[in-house]
């Protein structure tokens, strides 16, 4: 898997949140962390309410 941003190699690592344990991609060379939440969140359309953006539920 290469770093969509720099194209950089990517290695899966484990993460700890509190009592959340995930594991997700990331990027040797930058630092970019992507995990699956980020990556559904990016395919999910944002709408506008007032002058706010927000996601699409
Ligand atoms: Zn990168």
Redesign the pocket.
Same mark, same amino acid.
């Given at each position: 898997m290469h /770093?969509p $941003?720099? $194209? @950089?190699f990517?290695v899966s690592e484990r993460f700890t949140d509190f009592s959340l344990v995930f594991y997700a991609w990331r /990027?040797i060379? /930058? @630092?970019?962390i992507i995990d699956t939440t980020i990556l559904q969140n990016k395919k999910r359309p944002l709408i506008m309410i007032g002058d706010l953006c927000a996601l699409k539920v």
């Open positions: /770093c $941003k720099c $194209k @950089g990517m /990027c060379n /930058c @630092g970019t």
